[in-house]
């Protein structure tokens, strides 16, 4: 089985930086992508930033680029996300996933998932 823990988050005001940590443990064998998806209240789930484990190729959503940054230490197996000049648009509850597919799918086809952490900028 494969287990995803995340880290960070928490409140902070507009401008401000939050980092966001997920390990995964378990079979991480072969895992192609991990990244975070967000939920705000009344929307639907979306992307924000993905990274191709064996590769280091990054994905983010328009809303995010050039202020949020993911990396990863592979020999952790444990992805970093890494948020600048928040805005209140960004308050969300962030989930960790990763999963033996491309980063170009969406949210629906990762099946290991963390338990999400709050981040709320006001």
């Known amino acids: 089985d494969v287990q995803l823990v995340e880290s960070g988050g928490g409140s902070v005001q507009t401008g401000g930086s939050l980092r966001l940590s997920c390990a995964v443990s378990?079979?991480?064998?072969?895992?192609?992508?991990m990244g975070w998806f967000r939920k705000a209240a009344g929307k639907e789930r979306e992307r924000v930033s993905l990274?191709?484990?064996?590769?280091?190729?990054?994905k983010y959503a328009d809303a995010v680029k050039g202020r949020f940054t993911i990396s990863q230490d592979k020999a952790k197996n444990t992805a970093y996300l890494q948020m600048n000049s928040l805005k209140s648009e960004d308050t969300a509850v962030y989930y960790c996933?990763?999963?033996?597919?491309?980063?170009?799918?969406?949210?629906?086809?990762?099946?290991?998932w963390g338990q999400g952490t709050q981040v709320t900028v006001s």
């Open positions: 996933a990763a999963d033996r597919v491309p980063c170009d799918l969406q949210s629906s086809w990762y099946n290991y």
């Open positions: 990274i191709f484990v064996t590769g280091g190729g990054t």
């Open positions: 378990g079979y991480t064998n072969n895992m192609v992508c």
